[in-house]
């Protein structure tokens, strides 16, 4: 579990970050909501100080720590007391990053009814884009299949040919992959696109064993 993974980072590290010792309160309130304890509680730390905003580790803020533990009561209080609803960890990972990998609908959902952002990297030219930032939230849950979460995204615009190293979003569907590729289409994907090796999703769907 993740207090587990805090402790391997620890060890790795051989010292707790910086951040944690200069304001143990982020830790506390980190723990507080993986505990799940009652929002009052979490009010308190708030107003000794803990911060909405600030990293506990790793570039990880409360509102993870909340979408994480599938805490959608402490999220939207995070969110009503002033938390960057984008802020992205070291990996790349905003809050609808975690829920849209997860499947967690009830959280996307909120997330997106509280204006988080749906797409987060830059278009470019480059038809096979290389690049450091992680995948969309629409390609996790796709990837994961959690159909709920991937039409929730696409009804709020994110985009169905955002084009990864390998190719367009559609080509990263298996072509027997019949209910995200529909959904995919349905929005407004390009069924033509091609792929690195340079097929089509039809073209590939017509090159498998009958």
């Not at 509280?114 to 992680?134: K, L």
């Not at 696409?154 to 019949?178: C, M, Q, T, W």
Request: with cysteine; charged share 25%.
């Amino acid at each position: 579990g993740p207090v587990f993974f805090f402790s391997l980072l620890f060890f790795l590290h051989f010292e707790m970050p910086t951040e944690c010792i200069t304001n143990p309160l982020q830790r506390e309130l980190a723990d507080s909501i993986i505990r799940m304890v009652p929002l009052d509680e979490i009010r308190i730390l708030l107003a000794c100080g803990a911060k909405v905003n600030e990293p506990v580790t790793q570039g990880l803020r409360p509102l993870h720590y909340a979408v994480w533990q599938r805490y959608l009561e402490a999220a939207q209080l995070l969110l009503v007391r002033g938390s960057d609803i984008n802020a992205r960890d070291e990996c790349g990972y905003s809050a609808l990053h975690l829920s849209a990998e997860h499947g967690y609908t009830e959280l996307v959902r909120m997330l997106l009814h509280q204006g988080a952002q749906v797409d987060y990297r830059e278009d470019t030219d480059d038809p096979f884009p290389r690049t450091t930032i992680c995948d969309e939230p629409l390609r996790l849950a796709i990837r994961n299949r959690h159909a709920d979460v991937a039409r929730l995204l696409l009804e709020h615009g994110a985009d169905p040919n955002k084009r990864y190293f390998f190719g367009s979003e559609i080509n990263l569907v298996s072509p027997l992959d019949l209910e995200f590729l529909r959904l995919l289409l349905t929005f407004g994907a390009n069924p033509d696109t091609r792929d690195r090796a340079g097929l089509t999703p039809l073209m590939k769907a017509a090159r498998l064993p009958q």
